[in-house]
């Protein structure tokens, strides 16, 4: 049983549910990307997913490919992300996952990228490029190694089709909110209700729903329905403040606002 | 292994290239253009009504023309241009555009978004567009619509929007990335008009096959022209899909060197040029698996080519295939070369090449000179230059209204 699986079986034995927030690694530093994730955590978040920045992220808005441009501007590389977080991970109560591009997974190799992240303390892997069909190589050494591979469904992707990926999937499943890219939506589509609900009815597998989470209605809408909740874009455009602001102040933003999160969970 | 005909497979490999490296929001749209692709490459009618369109509205076949002065110049084997410049719009773009526009009338989708980098791409989707009533969003990198404004312009006349697209190199490979992120969102009701062999599957295939009408007909010219096969040919390369529509049909002709070009730009340094077949390794970019421009973290590196058709760090899937069995030989010419080129097929032959096109032409002379004029090479002079009038201007230090 990996981190994620243990995690998740505590909060559904407890009747609750994980908020996951989302952050960038190296944005504006590595330092603040690790006093983020401990107040996060200190607030209640049960994980913490970070995005290993990358040049070409397609399936994101413009708020998280900001923060990647920003974070590669100061040349912050993978090995560094690893080594921080091998600091952080021993003193956290909560499970990481890496959002990654499979660009970078295969330039560093499957395999050393799963085990030097393991090495690191990282619980799972989310590849949001890597769909099911190509995902064998990887998917192999993920279960070997008992890190998770979290795979993604979508609205549109065909019932037979999102049974099959869930096959495939460990850790958790995330279900993508809209048809679309990364960032803050003011409505979500009511639909997901139901698409979760179902989703739930056919798999062990904890659903985790993100993309366009920003508010406390969103919150208060999808947590009856699902195992945990996402949430990126409001999270980062918050960091973004970093540079320019005094960090204390943005760190107690960030805290309230999770706090605002997570009381809407309960 | 020789190289095969027969790719991609089912799952869109070349060997180990290529492949489907996108969110699972695409996967279906990529699933049903690769099922409606199928059907309509087994439908005559649909083969028909776009053969009529590359005659009466191209103007296909393009002419296969020996370039008698130019050769004369570089004193060795005969040297023929074949004239994707004088199809309609300009370049070998439209070839794709027009069967892509067909698959997306099939489809039942009214909106169409492309990437374009020297706008050849770009003014091709819309043309294509327009002829079939469809919307049309095209983005451009900020810098290639500085460097290629009358492409802007036509584009804009012909009825599309231009998106300008400000992030990363502001250049094909991010305009090519906002197409994504577009595609993302519009899927259910937009085709992806993608401009060259590159991408997820079934895109490397697709255009290919659209694009193959170059090298079939050069096939069928040179055996009536000169009554046999040409002894080389010679393409640019960036993307690479007027190379590989004017290879494919001679990749089984093993008596026929093919080489592509690469952009060389100021130089072998990292950043200097565009070249990733020559200097890259294998690694994911936009969907697919190919050689690709990274540094050792797997990010893109930021590449230089003075033509922005060319101006791209990565492949297409079918050419990396090509350059691991040997079958491809793929080198690259410098941006000196390439003005020189330019220049030399102007005033020898009255014929303005774009500047990703001055690529081919460059190498093809320096092989030329080396080779007997009883031998043949074939230029696939892709497209003209009246769009680079401009940028040349500029790079010259000469004005320009």
Redo the contacts between chains.
Sequence with gaps: MSKIDQLFDQLRRAGRKALMPFVTAGDPDLEFTAEVIRRLVAHGSSLCELGIP????????PVI?ASY?RS?AKRV??AEILDTLGRLTPELAAPIVTMV????????GLGQYVADAKRAGVAGLIV???????AGPLDEICRREDVSLI????P???RD?ALR?AERTTGFIYY?S????TGERTELPPEILRSVTWLRQQTPLPVCIGFGISRPDHVRMLSPVADGLIVGSAIVRRIAQAETRPREQVLDEIGDYVAELLAAMQ | MPATTQVPDATGRFGPFGGRYVPETLTRALEQLAAEYQRAAGDESFQAELAELYRHYVGRPSPLYHAERLSRRCGGAQIYLKREDLNHTGAHKINNTLGQALLTRRMGKPRVIAETGAGQHGVATATACARFGLECVVYMGEEDIRRQKPNVFSMRLLGAEVRPVASGSRTLRDAINEAMRDWMSSVETTHYCLGSVVGPHPFPQIVRDFQSVIGRETRRQCLDQLGRLPDLIVACVGGGSNAGGMFYPFIKDDDVALVGVEAGGRGEKMGDHAAPLCFGQPGVLHGSFSYVMQDEDGQTCDVHSISAGLDYPGTGPEHSYWKDTGRVDYTNARDDEILAAFDALAKSEGILPALESSHAVAKAMQLAAARKPEEAIVVCLSGRGDKDAAEIARLRGEKFE
């Design positions: 990358y040049s070409d992220p397609i399936a994101d808005g490919q441009t590669l590389k993978l591009s499979y660009a970078i997974v295969y330039r560093h949001p490029d890597l769909p099911a069909e190509e795979q993604l469904i979508t549109i992707t065909p089709r990926i993508v809209v048809t679309g890219i």
